[in-house]
C-alpha cells in the first residue's frame, strides 16, 4: 500500500500521445494532480483538454504513455476501471437519464442491493448522508428532466461521490450555468478539497481560473505549454499562453450617430414550448448602425424572442416590423426576404445541416435564388465561386467546400453560418449567443464582423449571456428577465452593477 | 342472435380463445420490450418467430418431447438475436436494414429447412400438440374458471412473466442499467455499465422469448407448420410495444386485446356473420394508431432507441 504524502501526486500522466485518425490531440503530455489541490487545465477549443481527461477516465485509451493513480500504474480500459481507482469525471454535457429519478441516476451501477432486489432505502441513506456532508441539497425523488441545470450539476457531483470518488475531472462545469450557479459550484469544489478531493477543472474561461485554481496546467495544440501557480500570474499572461498571442479583446469601435428604425417590436407575447408565457408584451425598436445588446440569463424568454423574429415561433399576439413593413409571423420564408441575417444559439441543430458539405450549407438559404440557376438546374460553376469567396472570405477552416460539415470545428461551424447570413448584406442581424463555447480567437473574429457589419449599417440584435461581450459590443443594453424587458440603457451610461442587477431581477 | 353471442359458452369460449391467441403475442412483445428498453429495435421479430415455430416443430417431431422443442424454439431465437447483436451492437449497423434482413433471412431459411427435412409432402405432417392444464379447483370458477384456468402451459407461463419482467425492469438493478443503456448509454458507460455486453444479453434474452412465442403456434396453437404460420404477430407485436408505451403490463394488455379480438373474429365467422378477417387484422393497427394519436406527446420511446453506442467518436 502506497501512502500518499503532499507532494506526492495522486494522479500522473507520463508521456500521453493520442490520435484520432490524422489529428493529433494530445502530443507527449505530462499532467500531474496533487492531492487537495484544484487544478485548471486551461485551453482553447480543440487544445486536447476533454481528450486527455478522457483518457485519465478510461474513456478513450491512449496511443502511448503510462498513467499512476496514487502511486500504481493503471490501466484504464473503460471508466469501470477508472471508477475503482476513485476517479470520477463529470461531461460538459451531463450524462443524466431525465426520465429517470435523482436516485436511480445515482445508484445505476453501484450493485446496492437486498436479495437482488434494490435496496432503494439504504441507498437513499447513504445519498442522503452524502448530501448532508457536503451541503449538497436534493430530492432524491425528483426526476431529472424537472430540475435546473445547476440542480443537475449537483446530481452529477452526488454520482461521482456516492462512488467515493477522490478524484473529480470536471469539463467545463460553468459553461451552463447561471453566475448565482457558478459560486455555488465554486463554493462546493472548495469544500471537496478540504474534503480531501483532488479536483481537474476543464476551462477556457480565464476569470474562472484565476477564481477557483490552486494551479493552472495551459494547453496548446495538444500540448502542454505553461504551468503556473494562481498566485504567480495573470490574466494577461494566461490569454496569451492559452492562445499563442496578445489577444485580450481591445476592439476598435467607431462612434456612429444610430439611423431611422430598422426593427420595430410592438407589444410582443410569445408561448414556450410548454405553452407558458415566455415573452411578455416586449416593446422594442433598433436602428440602423445600432448594436442592440439584450444581457440576461438563459431561460428568461430570449430564445423564444429569437425564434419568433426568425418566423419559426408563431408569437400569441403582437407586430413585428422590419424597415416598416410586417414580418408574416411564422415564416422564416418572410424574415429572409425583409433582409433578416439569423444567427441561432444551437449552431448544429438549428444553424447548420451536419452531414451537408459546407458549400451545401452555404447556400442553403439562397439555394432558389436565380443567380445560382442555369436552364432550371443548379449552375454549380456560380455556386462553386460563391462558395470558394465565402470560404477564403471568412477563413473558414476546411479541407474544402465539399467537406461534411460535421468535420469542422465550433469555430469554423459559426464562421459557415456568419458567411452565409452575412453574404446577403442584411439589414437586420439577430445573433443569439453568437460566441458561446468558442475560444478567444475564433470569439474575437466574430465580435469584429458584428461591429463591421454595424459600421456597414446593419441594424443588430446581439443576445448574449456574457457581460463581457454584450459591453464590447452593445451601443444600447436591454437586460430580460422572466419574459420582460428590465430596462433600456445607452452604453455610455450602464454600469455593470445595474445591469447585474436587473439580470438577477431586482428593478431599480 | 344476440342470444347467442351472450350466453355463457359463448363467452367462456372466447376469453379462452382470447388467451389463447394473445400467447404467442405476450411472448413476442416482452421479449421486445426488453429489446428496445435496451435501446434495440429488433425488426428480426417476425422471422425469428418463424423461425422458433419451424425449430419447435421439427425438434418436437423428431424427439417426440414437445418440452425439447419449445427449448430449441428458444435456443434458434437467441441465436439469431446474437446475430443481430452482432450487426446492430458491435458493428453499430441501422437497426431497420439489419432486421428486416433476419426476417428475409430466416423466412427463406425456415422454409429450406424444412423442405430438406420434409420434403413437400401432400399432406403436411403434423406432431401431436401439447394438451391444455387444468388447473384444480380454480378452473371450477363459474364463466373465467374455464376460460382461465384450462390453458396450454405456455400460456400461464407467458402470463407469469408479465409480472417478472415488470419486476426485473422496474425493482432490480438489471432493469435499471437495461433502462440506463436504453435512455442514456453513455451515462450507464460513465458509471462502468458494460453497455453492449448489456444491449447483447437484452437481445439474446428478448430473442429467446420471441422464438418461443413462435413455438406456441405450431405446437399448441395448430400441430402442422405452415410458411404463413406467424400471419404479421411478429408486426403486431411490435406495435403493441408502442400501444403499451414500452411497459410490460400495458404491452400484456394490448396483446390480450388484440388476442380478444383475433377470437371474436373467429367466432362471430363460426355464426356465418360476413365480416372478412381483414377487417378484423386492421384492428390492432388501428387501435395502436388510435392510441398512439392520444399519447404520442407522452410516449416514453427509450431515448437512445435505434442509436447505436460507440465510444471512441469525437464530440463526446
Keep these: 500500500m502506497v501512502t500518499v504524502t503532499a507532494n506526492q501526486p495522486v494522479v500522473e500522466m507520463q508521456s500521453i500521445t493520442k490520435q484520432f485518425l490524422d489529428v493529433v490531440a494530445n502530443r507527449n503530455i505530462n499532467f500531474n494532480l496533487f492531492p487537495k489541490e484544484i487544478c485548471a487545465l486551461l485551453g482553447e477549443n480543440g487544445a486536447g483538454k476533454t481528450t486527455l481527461m478522457n483518457i485519465l477516465f478510461g474513456y478513450y485509451t491512449c496511443d502511448k504513455g503510462e498513467i499512476f493513480i496514487k502511486g500504481k500504474k493503471a490501466e484504464l480500459s473503460s471508466p469501470r476501471d477508472a471508477i475503482c481507482r476513485g476517479v470520477g469525471m463529470i461531461h460538459q454535457h451531463f450524462t443524466l437519464v431525465p426520465s429517470q429519478s435523482v436516485l436511480e441516476n445515482i445508484i445505476i451501477g453501484t450493485e446496492m442491493r437486498k436479495s437482488g432486489f434494490l435496496d432503494l432505502k439504504a441507498a437513499k441513506d447513504k445519498l442522503l448522508h452524502l448530501q448532508e456532508r457536503f451541503g449538497l441539497h436534493i430530492d432524491p425523488e425528483a426526476r431529472i428532466w424537472t430540475l435546473a441545470i445547476g440542480e443537475q450539476q449537483r446530481v452529477e457531483i452526488l454520482k461521482a461521490l456516492y462512488r467515493d470518488v477522490e478524484i473529480l475531472i470536471m469539463d467545463e462545469p460553468t459553461a451552463v450555468l447561471a453566475p448565482s450557479e457558478i459560486s455555488d459550484l465554486f463554493r462546493t469544489l472548495k469544500s471537496l478539497v478540504q474534503e480531501g478531493k483532488s479536483i481537474v477543472f476543464i476551462t477556457h474561461k480565464l476569470k474562472e481560473v484565476i477564481a477557483i485554481a490552486d494551479r493552472i496546467v495551459v494547453l496548446r495544440r495538444g500540448e502542454v505549454v505553461a504551468e503556473r501557480r494562481t498566485g504567480d500570474t495573470n490574466l494577461r499572461e494566461l490569454a496569451n499562453l492559452m492562445v499563442g498571442r496578445d489577444v485580450l479583446e481591445r476592439i476598435s469601435r467607431k462612434k456612429i450617430p444610430p439611423g431611422e428604425p430598422v426593427l420595430e417590436i410592438h407589444n410582443l407575447a410569445v408561448s414556450n414550448d410548454k405553452g407558458l408565457e415566455a415573452v411578455k408584451d416586449i416593446k422594442l425598436v433598433v436602428r440602423k448602425n445600432e448594436i442592440l445588446g439584450i444581457a440576461g440569463v438563459s431561460g428568461n424568454g430570449q430564445r423564444e424572442l429569437a425564434e419568433t423574429l426568425f418566423g419559426i415561433r408563431e408569437p400569441q399576439k403582437g407586430t413585428i416590423k422590419i424597415n416598416g413593413i410586417t414580418l408574416h409571423s411564422g415564416s422564416p420564408v418572410s424574415a429572409i426576404k425583409l433582409g433578416m441575417a439569423r444567427i441561432p444559439e444551437d449552431r448544429i441543430e438549428t444553424g447548420l445541416m451536419m452531414d451537408l458539405s459546407v458549400e451545401e450549407n452555404l447556400i442553403l438559404e439562397t439555394h432558389v435564388s436565380p443567380d445560382f440557376h442555369k436552364r432550371g438546374l443548379l449552375n454549380f460553376n456560380k455556386i462553386h465561386q460563391f462558395s470558394n469567396e465565402l470560404i477564403e472570405g471568412y477563413g473558414i477552416m476546411t479541407s474544402g467546400r465539399d467537406a461534411v460539415t460535421r468535420s469542422l470545428s465550433g469555430g469554423n461551424l459559426q464562421k459557415v453560418i456568419l458567411a452565409r447570413e452575412l453574404s446577403g448584406k442584411p439589414t437586420l442581424i439577430v445573433a443569439s449567443q453568437p460566441t458561446r463555447g468558442l475560444d478567444v480567437g475564433a470569439m474575437e473574429y466574430i465580435h469584429q464582423r458584428i461591429l463591421q457589419e454595424k459600421e456597414r449599417g446593419a441594424a443588430i440584435i446581439l443576445i448574449s449571456e456574457d457581460l463581457d461581450e454584450i459591453f464590447i459590443l452593445s451601443d444600447r443594453i436591454v437586460v430580460m428577465y422572466e419574459g420582460q424587458i428590465m430596462g433600456d440603457v445607452q452604453l455610455e451610461e450602464a454600469s455593470r452593477e445595474q445591469i447585474g442587477l436587473w439580470i438577477s431581477g431586482v428593478k431599480k | ?316
Design chain 2, 1 to 316: 342472435m344476440i342470444g347467442e353471442i351472450l350466453n355463457t359458452a359463448f363467452i367462456t369460449g372466447l376469453i379462452g380463445a382470447a388467451m389463447r391467441m394473445a400467447t404467442p403475442i405476450i411472448f413476442a412483445t416482452l421479449g421486445e420490450i426488453i429489446n428496445e428498453r435496451a435501446g434495440i429495435l429488433n425488426l428480426g421479430i417476425e422471422g425469428i418467430m418463424l423461425m422458433g415455430a419451424m425449430t419447435g416443430f421439427l425438434v418436437s417431431i423428431t424427439t417426440g418431447l414437445l418440452w425439447i422443442g419449445v427449448l430449441a424454439a428458444a435456443l434458434v431465437g437467441m441465436i439469431l438475436s446474437l446475430l443481430m447483436a452482432f450487426l446492430t451492437v458491435y458493428l453499430g449497423l441501422s437497426q431497420h436494414v439489419s432486421g428486416l434482413g433476419i426476417t428475409l433471412f430466416s423466412t427463406g431459411l425456415a422454409m429450406f429447412i424444412y423442405r430438406i427435412h420434409f420434403g413437400s409432402p401432400l399432406v403436411p405432417p403434423i406432431v401431436e400438440p401439447f394438451t391444455q392444464v387444468t388447473i384444480p379447483l380454480l378452473s371450477k370458477i363459474p364463466v373465467i374458471g374455464p376460460s382461465l384456468f384450462d390453458q396450454y402451459a405456455l400460456t400461464y407461463i407467458a402470463v407469469l412473466l408479465i409480472p417478472i419482467i415488470s419486476i426485473i425492469l422496474y425493482k432490480t438493478h438489471i432493469g435499471l442499467k437495461i433502462r440506463t443503456v436504453g435512455e442514456n448509454p453513455l451515462a450507464a458507460d460513465n458509471v462502468g455499465v458494460n453497455v453492449y455486453l448489456t444491449r447483447t444479453l437484452c437481445l439474446v434474452t428478448g430473442g429467446a422469448l420471441i422464438g418461443i412465442g413462435g413455438s406456441f403456434l405450431t405446437l399448441d396453437h395448430q400441430n402442422m407448420f405452415l410458411i404463413d404460420v406467424i400471419g404479421g404477430r411478429g408486426w403486431v407485436s411490435i406495435a403493441m410495444v408502442i400501444f403499451g408505451n414500452w411497459d410490460p403490463l400495458k404491452g400484456a394488455l394490448g396483446a390480450f386485446i388484440f388476442g380478444f379480438l383475433d377470437g371474436l373474429q373467429l367466432r362471430l365467422q363460426g355464426l356465418g356473420i360476413k365480416v372478412p378477417f381483414d377487417i378484423f387484422l386492421m384492428i390492432p393497427y388501428l387501435m395502436t394508431i388510435i392510441a398512439l394519436v392520444g399519447v404520442s406527446r407522452k410516449a416514453a420511446v427509450p431515448a437512445c432507441l435505434l442509436k447505436p453506442y460507440r465510444r471512441e467518436e469525437k464530440g463526446v
